[in-house]
């Protein structure tokens, strides 16, 4: 399924949808949303102070979505429209700052996009065409900055059998955090002197499978496959492990391998990686304390899209990936909820990663280590009720290229119609 045909089976679907919008169904079941971000971000890099990047900007979201429309025979449809767009308060235009759209040699002052997703429910099984926000452990959407990361295809899943969710799907295009158009998927390897949003030879599309099931309440596995024609395959599988440690404690762990390797015509030629990763976290009362050990083995690097494409299942994941080949990486992290010392709706979480005996080209053994402080805070009730804050600092430190410090200031709110 090429892009243009896709878009143009979406118009034609909304349009159809349209002449029945007024029914009940597809009215009273909608959900819309106008959601406001005011964003700031500031990069500082030690060694090389004329390459810091960042920006201040503003984003506002339309997010509509309708509810079920039965056309008979079971089958219920409906579309989604999600509309975004930023604009620049403040920035440095000499440096791209993966923010906002840039040339080169400016960043725009306002961008945006648009995206519509045709969807179709038979009892538990959902089809969603056009645009899509995955969250899965080989393709995950990216809400980190101002506008986020999406991407076009097909996308099936289905909750029919008891205790388990099968996907099937077909990704061809990519809309990045910092771009208002989708291209097509290619490797996070960008050639030495491409362009902006030129990261080399494109895959033909991206197709996924997936499974997951609960076994009992505390049990649970999945299996995952990805292939990313011509460019790499990967293979997932993951377990997790819930339960409660007596009345306050709750632990949540979880061991989770990737199988990376080259795919079809090896457009970036051989990918060999291998990645464990071991993590568990005890929440008690206010106190949540995680541990995280993560390992990659093989001649590469852990492969992801081009277009700072995050991978969240790694347990160690930041500004340092922690995905070179054979490094090792610790990861700490502890969280405070101040509900109980009357700060309702503020939290608090510290994280520090350390990774050694990483081998960067020909750079062997060596170390990166990365401080993460978050502060969280969200009205929770009186008018301003929503309205959300966040506070990150970020302190990146490498043998391998200078290190970094990073501060981001967001503030959100949501409008519900």
């Given amino acids: 399924m090429r892009r243009q045909n896709l878009w143009i089976a979406i118009l034609a679907a909304t349009a159809t949808l349209g002449t029945t919008a007024s029914r009940a169904d597809f009215v009273d079941d909608s959900q ?20 810091n990047w960042g920006s ?65 429910k038979v009892s538990q099984t959902e089809l969603k065409v056009g645009e899509l926000l995955p969250v899965s452990p080989v393709l995950v959407f990216d809400p980190s900055r101002q506008l986020i990361t999406t991407y076009s295809g097909a996308w099936l899943e289905s909750k029919d059998i008891k205790d388990t969710k099968l996907t099937l799907a077909y990704i061809d295009g990519i809309n990045n955090r910092y771009d208002n158009q989708f291209r097509d998927l290619t490797l996070f390897a960008p050639a030495k002197g491409a362009k902006y949003y030129d990261n080399g030879p494109a895959a033909d599309g991206m197709y996924i499978a997936g499974i997951d099931h609960q076994f009992t309440p505390e049990i649970g596995a999945s299996y995952w496959y990805a292939d990313v024609k011509d460019i790499y395959q990967q293979h997932y599988v993951g377990v997790n492990y819930k339960t409660k440690l007596g009345e306050k404690a709750k632990l949540d762990s979880h061991i989770r391998y990737f199988d990376n390797s080259e795919s079809g015509d090896k457009l970036y030629k051989e990918i060999d ?64 909820d101040f509900s109980d010392l009357g700060a309702k709706g503020l939290s608090a979480t510290a994280v520090y990663m350390m990774g050694q005996d990483a081998t960067v080209g020909a750079l062997k053994n060596q170390d990166s280590e990365e401080f993460n402080a978050i502060v969280n805070y969200t009205v929770p009730e009186g008018k301003l009720k929503g309205l959300g804050f966040q506070a990150m600092y970020i302190d990146a430190d490498f043998d391998y290229k200078s290190d970094l410090k990073e501060y981001r200031v967001a503030t959100t709110y949501t409008y519900k119609f």
Avoid: C
């Fill in 273 to 336: 990686n291998q990645a464990l990763s071991v993590g568990a976290k005890v929440n008690y009362g206010a106190h949540t304390v995680g541990l995280g050990y993560q390992q990659m083995f093989g001649k590469s690097a852990f492969p992801t899209l081009g277009g700072w494409v995050p991978q969240p299942y790694l347990v160690n994941w930041g500004v340092a990936t922690f995905t070179y080949p054979d490094e090792k990486s610790l990861g700490l992290t502890y969280g405070y």
């Fill in 56 to 120: 201040w900007s503003q984003g506002v979201t339309l997010d509509a979505k309708s509810g079920y429309q039965d056309i008979g025979a079971g089958i219920q449809v409906g579309a989604d429209l999600l509309v975004q767009h930023a604009f620049k308060l403040n920035g440095r235009d000499k440096n791209a700052d993966w923010v906002l759209p840039h040339d080169g040699k400016e960043s725009k002052d306002n961008f945006g996009k648009v995206g519509a997703t045709l969807k179709a």
């Fill in 32 to 51: 819309v949303q106008l959601k406001f971000k005011n964003f700031y971000l500031d990069r500082q890099i030690a060694e090389t102070p004329n390459k």
